[in-house]
């Protein structure tokens, strides 16, 4: 099985339903960061490996974003952490030209919170933004439709 439990499931008890176990270990199998294009109707840049990671995901951006630098891009992405991250935000003021200081991660500026970078990220004047579904709402990303 691609998925294993990491501890058994709990035994149904009378007048409960069955527990089963959330944590799991993944077996072989891959993960897909994937862009639509709503326009045309077609994925881009799609990035498939062993990880979903920060550094995964910032790499899938800067892949997609050298499609054609100097284009506006607007990425529709849910509330997952690696969408709000610390490589993100200096991927994104670089790519823009915007050298302000950007503060420091857990501290100040910017980089404080994943609520401050989501704000620089999704700020529109930005040539390279982010737009966030609330949670809960996959089905208004369309790329999940792909899927």
Not at 80 to 103: P, Q, R, Y
Not at 113 to 135: N, T
Request: aromatic share 8%; charged share 30%.
């Amino acid at each position: 099985s691609a998925l294993e439990r990491l501890f058994p499931n709990k035994r149904i008890k009378p007048k409960q339903v069955e527990k089963i176990e959330f944590e799991y270990e993944r077996h072989g199998t891959l993960s897909l960061i994937a862009n639509w294009d709503v326009a045309r109707g077609k994925v881009v840049s799609p990035s498939i490996g062993p990880t979903r990671t920060e550094q995964d995901f910032s790499e899938h951006i800067q892949r997609t974003i050298k499609i054609d630098e100097k284009a506006e891009w607007i990425f529709i992405v849910d509330q997952l952490n690696t969408h709000k991250s610390e490589s993100l935000v200096k991927l994104v003021a670089e790519s823009c030209g915007i050298t302000i200081d950007l503060g420091r991660k857990g501290k100040e500026g910017i980089l404080q919170s994943m609520d401050s970078r989501a704000d620089f990220l999704s700020d529109e004047s930005h040539r390279i933004r982010f737009v966030y579904i609330p949670k809960h709402t996959s089905w208004l990303n369309q790329i999940e439709c792909w899927f």
